[in-house]
């Protein structure tokens, strides 16, 4: 009887140590497989950056740029300027992963793929569009609860600029200006078109598709805007000089109400780009006032 047992215990001993080895292996692997599954993510614009820090996602490269990035991002790789990013360098990343924005696409898409980049260029010309990549990216990264917290600050944000809009709305002209190329003219397909249409305002010129339209003195001079934004985009010690040596030498600015009444507003970074970002409170709160003061 006690050999029966002896040999029972054995087994089941043995039996035992079996599982317990089977679930270390399945554990190691698991573990191995989520180490080697873990995204490398590499940002080349600063509106992107800022959609992964609201996330919390970790990334390993981010643009150079002026602007100052997300403190957990400090020690983190630079790939060069969002308009100029360093090829080589993102390659020696190894990233799983490289964003940047559909309007840059066609800038440096045939470099990426020569390098088989895993491309996703995200699509920021309105803040609906900026609320669908939070919603996708939050779900892909399994950071549900960040990006719905973000959108309901967006939404909150909208509804209270658009309390105080009123029936008569302003027309407003809106200008991008480009280091040593003079402006162009953003229609209500552009980026600040959105807001500016978000927060009450008529934008003077309008377009089916185009985001931006080529200034014409001619039909610049039949629009007599109540509001002038400037979007200083890039480099603005450069643009903004643009923008005023232009407002000083040619004769049909003087004759618009905006610079009569002076109501002429220069839109700078952070708060303000040409692809919608996280700072879409700041820039529809100032909007918002800059087109209703007296609310």
């Known amino acids: 009887m006690n050999s029966a047992r002896k040999i029972l215990f054995s087994v089941l001993a043995f039996i035992l140590i079996i599982v317990i080895i089977i679930v270390g292996v399945v554990g190691f692997n698991r573990s191995h497989s989520r180490q080697e599954t873990k995204p490398r993510i590499v940002a080349t614009t600063v509106a992107v950056v800022q959609i992964a820090d609201k996330l919390d996602l970790p990334l390993v490269g981010v643009p150079k740029t002026q602007n100052q990035l997300p403190a957990r991002y400090k020690n983190v790789a630079k790939v060069g300027s969002p308009m100029s990013p360093n090829v080589e360098k993102i390659a020696s990343l190894k990233p799983t992963v490289v964003y940047s924005v559909s309007v ?20 920021l010309d309105t803040i609906s ?24 600050i967006i939404d909150k944000t909208i509804k209270t600029v658009q309390a105080r809009e009123s029936v008569n709305k302003p027309k407003v002209l809106v200008l991008m200006g480009m280091p040593g190329a003079g402006y162009m003219i953003a229609t209500n397909h552009s980026y600040v078109g959105n807001l500016v ?3 009450g305002g008529q934008n003077v010129y309008t377009d089916s598709k185009q985001p931006y339209l080529a200034p014409e003195n001619e039909s610049l001079a039949s629009k007599n805007p109540d509001v002038i934004l400037r979007l200083e985009h890039a480099m603005p010690e450069v643009v903004k000089p643009q923008f005023d040596q232009e407002f000083k030498t040619n004769s049909i600015w003087p004759q618009m109400t905006a610079v009569k009444e002076n109501r002429v507003y220069d839109l700078q970074q952070p708060d303000f780009n040409a692809t919608a970002n996280m700072h879409v409170k700041q820039a529809l709160t100032k909007i918002s006032y800059w087109l209703y003061p007296s609310k």
């Open 197 to 199: 249409q978000l927060a």
């Open 129 to 152: 569009d900026l609320k669908t990549v939070l919603k996708s990216m939050g779900k892909q990264y399994q950071r549900q609860n960040q990006a719905a917290k973000q959108i309901q």
């Open 104 to 123: 840059l696409k066609d800038q440096y898409d045939a470099a990426f793929k020569k390098q088989k980049f895993n491309t996703k260029y995200l699509t």
